[in-house]
């Protein structure tokens, strides 16, 4: 990392310390919705009704309390809204939830990468544009000169009664893992080949842009490597040997995956942010990570970490097939079978690097998942790109063929 760069990121984090140690001074209380609450114990009720209560008129929040707090690159806090009769009898919902930013080192990691801004606008402006199982966006508020985030959504696990698991908790048979697909076909097929950028602004990256984003914010290369370190009980003999190969395959995998036909990409759809709901509906949540680009890249990552190893080796074809199929229900012009196989071939290593550099992480990093849960990520991803011989799907000859979706 060059001197210049080092000198940025040095400045950065000093006003991340400078308004993190100034709000622990002040204690503001925000007044209006202009004003970005910097955790949930700055909410106060008069500010709730502002959030919750607009489009109902003389309803008012009487109360509210909130649940435990979980870090990881962001907070998550239950919170519980009490409203008044005209309130209930609108029926607003006081099962809610909350991710905020409120730590020095929680609101770096999501300033620097910018996880807070990125999630914000999605529940403000994409959300409610799409026909899949999520939570319904109550408030997103992000405040760009201090990297504040609130986001207020629905608690889906009262009012879908959803239940969450994780990859050592929740493997899917096969009628599941076909519900799974469907749910990323309807997710790609609302905007597939649309021009997002221009639609939504510059806050949208594509795969590539957000990965060179994390090159320079956290020294990805160095983490990957670190990751395979760490990690290399886990990881197959032959990938482990040419694990320096990884970040440049990496990157050449997404200059692939942009080069075709782009759609909304949620980024990071490990276990972990997928829910079941009461009545067996597969939904997504998390959509910190999202970005434009070719459709394999969130394909390639859900089977991968979602199936067992043998399972995914018996299934992903006709998986794949099947999300062919639901594309081209939708009016999508999708690529023929061996074009389809070799982009998902192509496209495990952002599924890879999501995992290496959870291990890799530097020590003063917040742990971003237990590392039990991680090691299985990276086990079941790099065998997977293994299996697919991935690195030579970007270096050899097929490397040029067509992403998914063209």
């Known amino acids: 990392m060059s001197v210049c760069a080092r000198l940025t990121r040095a400045a950065f984090a000093t006003r991340v310390a400078h308004h993190v140690a100034n709000e622990h001074i002040t204690n503001p209380r925000p007044v209006s919705l202009r004003e970005v609450p910097p955790t949930p114990e700055h909410l106060t009720d008069e500010w709730l009704t502002l959030a919750l209560c607009r489009g109902t008129p003389g309803a008012k929040v009487l109360g509210h309390s909130l649940g435990p707090r979980n870090d990881g ?19 607003l919902n006081g099962w809610l939830f909350t991710k905020s930013a409120p730590g020095y080192m929680t609101r770096l990691v999501s300033a620097a990468v910018g996880l807070g801004k990125i999630e914000a606008a999605f529940y ?71 021009a997002l950028q221009g639609r939504f602004g510059r806050w949208l990256l594509d795969s590539y842009e957000w990965m060179a984003r994390l090159n320079v914010t956290i020294n990805a290369p160095n983490r990957i490597l670190v990751g395979f370190t760490r990690a290399r009980e886990v990881i197959p003999a032959t990938l482990f040997r040419r694990r320096k190969e990884v970040p440049e395959a990496l990157m050449r995998s997404l200059q692939i995956n942009v080069a075709g036909p782009q759609t909304l990409l949620h980024g990071d759809v490990h276990p972990g942010n997928w829910y079941v709901t009461g009545d067996n509906q597969m939904g997504l949540y998390d959509w910190q990570c999202v970005v434009r680009g070719g459709a394999a890249r969130d394909v390639a990552y859900a089977l991968a970490t979602h199936l067992t190893v043998e399972n995914r080796r018996a299934w992903e074809r006709d998986l794949l097939a099947r999300y062919s199929d639901r594309l081209a229900a939708a009016g999508c012009r999708v690529p023929n079978a061996e074009a389809e196989f070799l982009a998902y071939r192509q496209q495990m290593f952002h599924a890879m690097f999501m995992w290496l550099v959870t291990i890799g992480r530097y020590r003063l990093q917040p742990e971003m998942q237990p590392r039990d849960v991680a090691m299985e990520s990276v086990r079941r991803t790099c065998q997977a790109a293994a299996d697919l011989d991935s690195l030579d799907a970007v270096t050899g000859g097929d490397c040029d063929r067509a992403e998914l979706g063209s």
């Open 73 to 91: 690159t962001s907070s998550r806090r239950m919170l519980r809204v009490e409203f008044d009769d005209v309130g209930r009898q609108a029926g």
């Open 124 to 194: 403000a402006q994409l959300r409610a544009e799409l026909p899949i199982e999520a939570p319904a966006t109550r408030h997103s508020g992000y405040d760009p000169a201090t990297n504040r985030l609130l986001l207020i959504i629905d608690d889906v696990s009262h009012t879908r009664g959803a239940q969450f698991g994780s990859i050592l908790t929740r493997q899917l048979d096969r009628e599941q893992a076909g519900q799974m697909i469907d749910t990323l076909a309807a997710l790609h097929a609302r905007f597939w080949c649309t």
